[in-house]
């Protein structure tokens, strides 16, 4: 059985710093491409990041160029989103994706970005 377990949301003040984490089971996570995704209230599911099989390429939305970084460690099974200089637009409820053949959904984590 394929999981994907999102931790790491909270509560935030604007400025401030987030780590979310990704532990994968059920697949080899070296042969995927990684990413995080978000949906606020009324919004679509949009993509943050991605990490490619092997982590030699990112791409990230514009919105958090240069505020955000996903890294990968495969041997932990885990993919990681780095948010920093958060804003309160980047509340949402952020999602890990994992791609290859098939692809598969965490259960998302709230992050909240308020004073």
């Known amino acids: 059985q394929v999981q994907l377990v999102e931790s790491g949301g909270g509560l935030v003040q604007p400025g401030g710093s987030l780590k979310l984490a990704c532990i994968t089971s059920g697949i080899t996570i070296s042969r995927y491409t990684m990413g995080w995704y978000r949906q606020a209230p009324g919004g679509q599911r949009d993509v943050v990041a991605s990490?490619?099989?092997?982590?030699?390429?990112?791409d990230y939305a514009e919105s958090v160029k240069g505020r955000f970084a996903i890294s990968r460690a495969d041997a932990k099974n885990t993919v990681y989103l780095q948010m920093n200089s958060l804003k309160p637009e980047d509340t949402a409820v952020y999602y890990c994706?994992?791609?290859?053949?098939?692809?598969?959904w965490g259960q998302g984590t709230q992050v909240t970005v308020s004073s």
């Open positions: 994706h994992a791609q290859f053949i098939n692809d598969f």
């Open positions: 990490i490619s099989s092997g982590g030699r390429r990112t």
